[in-house]
């Protein structure tokens, strides 16, 4: 079985803190995923990985980073955290598509809830 | 950026009905659809995948995908209220080889005794 960890179920900050969620998977995969959910905006994809030290932005990037210095291990970092940082993050990896269909599917870990005050 | 709507719900069936999500796409390329399960405070988990037109079985759970209509449902057979949950459709991006999926918001299920 995929097992992804994170590294806190809930985390309370202070405003203007720098703020390091991690993310560990087991599987070997390649791709590893940052996402953000809120009620009624659904699930927002803020960075993803496709290697080591490789990143691409997903759709809402600003304020935060990632870093991805080995293969299973992939971090969001909130450089000065604001309270409309407050939400689930979401850590999810899957393999590399290699062209079939089933090689997208993506493994969640638990969730971090944060709570910027 | 790739649309993925999914009725907004929330849906409520008694328990013993057919629960029926359905999800649009607006990629027609896409070759799979994927269906997570969310429990409230809980993180999405996989529960069904969908690569090829028709339907696809899975205990009391049927994907069904009609790529013409760009359109796949999610039917739950004998709904349990332990099937309360919010259903997360989702697509991949095939114009990259980075793996990402789209995701719907999600339509909440309630299953009531």
């Known amino acids: 079985d995929v097992k992804v960890t994170q590294s806190s179920r809930y985390l309370v900050k202070r405003t203007g803190e720098k703020v390091f969620l991690e993310c560990v998977q087991d599987m070997d995969h390649e791709n590893m995923f940052w996402y953000r959910q809120d009620p009624g905006l659904g699930l927002r994809l803020i960075y993803f990985?496709?290697?080591?030290?490789?990143?691409e932005k997903g759709d809402i990037p600003e304020g935060y980073s990632v870093s991805r210095e080995k293969k299973e291990r992939f971090s969001l970092i909130l450089e000065s955290a604001s309270t409309n940082q407050t939400s689930m993050y979401l850590c999810?990896?899957?393999?590399?598509?290699?062209?079939?269909?089933?090689?997208?599917?993506?493994?969640f870990g638990p969730g971090t809830r944060l709570t910027v005050t | 950026q790739k649309e993925v709507e999914q009725n907004s719900g929330p849906l409520s069936v008694p328990e013993g009905a057919i629960a029926s999500l359905n999800c649009t796409y607006s990629?027609?390329?896409?070759?799979?659809f994927f269906w997570y399960r969310q429990y409230s405070g809980k993180s999405p988990e996989l529960i069904m995948s969908i690569y090829s037109n028709g339907d696809k079985e899975d205990g009391r759970f049927t994907a069904q995908l009609n790529k013409a209509s760009q359109y796949v449902s999610l039917l739950i057979r004998d709904s349990q209220p332990s099937d309360s949950a919010t259903y997360l459709c989702?697509?991949?991006?095939?114009?990259?080889?980075?793996?990402?999926?789209?995701f719907g918001r999600g339509t909440q299920l309630t299953v009531w005794p």
């Open positions: 990985s496709y290697d080591v030290k490789m990143k």
């Open positions: 990629d027609r390329v896409s070759q799979s």
């Open positions: 999810a990896s899957s393999i590399q598509p290699r062209g079939l269909a089933e090689t997208y599917e993506q493994y």
């Open positions: 989702a697509v991949p991006d095939r114009g990259s080889t980075l793996g990402r999926l789209y």
